[in-house]
T-cell receptor
């Protein structure tokens, strides 16, 4: 069953703590993306990667970091520098990152601050 | 940088009513346009897309959208909504970013559609 999996579904972060959100895809896509969704704000791009070992900042990269060591995996770390981390985080992928491609989305991880 | 405006934050309709959700974008060059839908508890999924050709495109579940270049618009329509259409709808534009070397998908803020039975 092909698709994108994100874990955990809910994640709690304490003040000053770094947390990592997992994103895995078995669609054989080269491009992967992380978005943040806040109520009434739509989706905003955090980071994206079009190839293994390469990634670029999106619109709101401050306080976040990523790695792309494997084609199928694109984990996102929310660092303590992110002052307002409470949000719904969506991972997506597309074939190669070209303009006309559909992006496919995972089920999301909801991050809450304790 | 491109921006996408969705004018209606929350739309409430009764079943069988007609639907039109507005979407306007700011980029003046060639754009690729998408509507995504997020049903309660489900993944964000593609509803329809437009790249070129016939400006009236049809998507899943009876939805359609019309690209009007002169108005920078890509409005979503459905002649008769059902209770199962209750969801959040996002318009998105894929256009070159400020550097011109990469394309970026920019989303509107979304429109929550509630259909009452």
């Amino acid at each position: 069953d092909g698709g994108i999996t994100q874990s955990p579904k809910y994640l709690f972060r304490k003040e000053g703590q770094n947390v990592t959100l997992s994103c895995e895809q078995n669609l054989n896509h080269d491009a992967m993306y992380w978005y943040r969704q806040d109520p009434g704000q739509g989706l905003r791009l955090i980071y994206y990667s079009q190839i293994v070992n390469d990634f670029q900042k999106g619109d709101i990269a401050e306080g976040y970091s990523v790695s792309r060591e494997k084609k199928e995996s694109f984990p996102l770390t929310v660092t303590s520098a992110q002052k307002n981390p409470t949000a719904f985080y969506l991972c997506a992928s597309s074939i190669s990152g070209r303009a006309r491609e559909t992006q496919y989305f995972g089920p999301g991880t909801r991050l809450l601050v304790l | 940088a491109q921006s996408v405006s969705q004018h209606n934050h929350h739309v409430i309709l009764s079943e069988a009513a007609s639907l039109e959700l507005g979407c306007n974008y700011s980029y003046g060059g060639t754009v690729n346009l998408f509507w995504y839908v997020q049903y309660p508890g489900q993944h964000l999924q593609l509803l329809l897309k437009y790249f070129s050709g016939d400006p009236l495109v049809k998507g899943i579940k009876g939805f359609e959208a019309e690209f009007i270049k002169s108005k920078f618009s890509f409005n979503l329509r459905k002649p008769s909504v059902q209770w199962s259409d209750t969801a959040e709808y996002f318009c998105a534009v894929n256009a070159p970013n400020s550097g011109g070397s990469n394309y970026k998908l920019t989303f509107g803020k979304g429109t929550l559609l509630t259909v009452n039975p």
